[in-house]
């Protein structure tokens, strides 16, 4: 087979403050690859079929700097392709435990075909998991509810809710692909749930996942809902700022929070919390979230019982879904923004 086009999405500029489709992130096809005939050099060749966009890739795009080694996400590189976690089809392997045919998640770069060599940089091998869609869900869906904001719902919820029935939580950004499935564990554990999201759509999915107070924070007072709903036992925290601030104002004494995400911070800086003493005064135990860490203990269990629960029902879930890599940009900025409708996906080929 003649050399096809190997099209990439590049790490361009750094953002001031929201990425810019076409300045920040550029598609590129300049590079072509031999399917056939490229050197694996004992690794495997990806066909990438989804691609996750997350709030925390924001992060990712910064000027190098001293600190960098003490964060727990390495940046992108300038004029090199981003990555993320993504769901792809081996065409060709030489790697023990992987053949052609196989789906395999994990991070990949946004790229039409990659070539993944063993080694401890985070696209290796090592990191890849061959997903075994014994449920017959839809592949999207592995790199979403049954992928790494699946993970971060379920085993965030297991190791730091200790909820109890009859409690009440608070989830914000209830709507995205973390927050819905943290509604919805929260129902099966016997909670009242109050859920916030930035539209009138979004609230009418937070109610279909099960919330008992669903509301658009834009057009409601956060404030006034908490104290007519609250006081809260758990706070599930996606966006900080003065969501957490009115969440730390309403909380229960010996309440948790669990900090998941900031992402009111992430394009344009953060605000401080005039609240923090509460933490003191009502014996506040706040949870930083990194999932990774929780890999090991819950990894096995997840892939046991999402995609079942998923498949018979148990778990809802909505995607917005771009269709292309070259909307990798487009995609990127919703999710900043605010405009994606759920849990967004790039969906760049067919297997």
């Known amino acids: 087979m003649a050399p096809?086009?190997?099209?990439?999405?590049?790490f361009n500029s750094v953002p001031q403050e929201y990425p810019e489709p076409g300045k920040t992130i550029l598609h590129d096809t300049s590079q072509t690859i031999d399917i056939d005939n490229a050197p694996l050099n004992g690794g495997i060749l990806v066909k990438v079929l989804e691609l996750s966009i997350d709030p925390f890739m924001r992060g990712?795009?910064?000027?190098v700097n001293p600190n960098d080694e003490k964060s727990y996400i390495s940046r992108f590189t300038l004029g090199e392709p981003i990555d993320n976690f993504a769901l792809g089809l081996v065409l060709r392997s030489e790697k023990d435990g992987f053949k052609k045919g196989d789906h395999v998640y994990g991070f990949l770069p946004f790229v039409n075909y990659a070539i993944i060599q063993p080694s401890t940089d985070p696209n290796s091998i090592s990191y890849l998991r061959v997903i075994e869609n014994k449920h017959h869900i839809p592949w999207s869906v592995f790199v979403g509810t049954a992928g790494m904001p699946g993970k971060t719902a379920y085993m965030?919820?297991?190791e730091f809710s200790h909820a109890k029935k009859g409690e009440t939580v608070f989830v914000s950004t209830g709507a995205g692909g973390v927050g819905s499935i943290v509604i919805q564990l929260a129902k099966q554990d016997g909670l009242k749930v109050i859920a916030s999201a930035s539209s009138e759509e979004k609230v009418q999915f937070m109610k279909e996942c099960g919330a008992d107070v669903a509301f658009n924070y834009k057009t409601e007072s956060t404030k006034e809902v908490l104290e007519k709903?609250?006081?809260?036992?758990?706070y599930w925290d996606n966006v900080g700022a003065e969501t957490l601030d009115l969440a730390l104002a309403n909380a229960k004494s010996n309440s948790r929070f669990i900090e998941c995400g900031m992402i009111s911070g992430y394009n344009t800086g953060f605000t401080p919390i005039k609240n923090i003493f509460q933490i003191?005064?009502?014996?506040?135990?706040?949870?930083?979230?990194?999932?990774n860490s929780l890999h090991l203990k819950y990894e096995e269990k997840f892939y046991e019982d999402v995609p079942r629960m998923i498949k018979e029902g148990k778990i809802k879930y909505r995607e917005h879904i771009w269709n292309g890599l070259d909307k990798a940009g487009e995609a990127l900025l919703a999710v900043q923004d605010g405009s994606n409708k759920a849990k967004a996906v790039?969906?760049?080929?067919?297997?």
Do not use: Q, S
Request: positive net charge; proline residues 3%.
């Open 4 to 10: 096809v086009t190997n099209a990439r999405v590049l």
């Open 346 to 351: 790039v969906h760049v080929a067919e297997a």
């Open 229 to 234: 709903e609250g006081p809260i036992d758990i």
């Open 280 to 291: 003191v005064a009502k014996t506040i135990t706040l949870y930083g979230l990194f999932v």
């Open 60 to 63: 990712r795009m910064r000027e």
């Open 156 to 158: 965030g919820w297991k």
